[in-house]
């Protein structure tokens, strides 16, 4: 899963200018990487669902990981239960991640 997501992320990267400053929401890219009020940097969904956070890019995207895993798998546990929204989500997150 990490693989894809950095894969992803680093497509988009190459087709950006560098930044120095606060980073900022990457198009085309699963991740949106902010900086929070004690400089740490949080990557999330698009949507802001999910999140990790971390000191690098690399950390925040680890943590972002396995909070998505963790985050797959109470949706997949509760599957019976779940909202439309929900299913939806879960059927997305299936699709992007067939074998997690």
């Given at each position: 899963?990490i693989e894809a997501l950095k894969l992803a992320t680093e497509a988009t990267r190459?087709?950006?200018?560098?930044?120095?400053?606060?980073?900022?929401?990457?198009?085309?890219?699963?991740?949106?990487?902010?900086?929070?009020?004690?400089?740490?940097?949080?990557?999330?969904?698009?949507?802001?669902?999910?999140?990790?956070?971390?000191?690098?890019?690399?950390?925040?995207?680890?943590?972002?990981?396995y909070a998505l895993t963790e985050h797959l798998l109470f949706l997949r546990e509760?599957?019976?239960?779940?909202?439309?929204?929900?299913?939806?989500?879960?059927?997305?997150?299936?699709?992007?991640?067939?074998?997690?």
């Amino acid at each position: 899963m990490i693989e894809a997501l950095k894969l992803a992320t680093e497509a988009t990267r190459r087709a950006e200018p560098s930044r120095t400053t606060r980073p900022a929401a990457r198009p085309h890219s699963p991740i949106v990487f902010e900086l929070d009020e004690e400089c740490q940097l949080i990557a999330s969904d698009p949507h802001g669902a999910v999140y990790g956070v971390g000191a690098t890019e690399d950390e925040a995207v680890a943590d972002f990981e396995y909070a998505l895993t963790e985050h797959l798998l109470f949706l997949r546990e509760h599957r019976d239960e779940l909202s439309p929204r929900l299913e939806a989500q879960l059927y997305s997150l299936e699709r992007l991640f067939p074998d997690h």
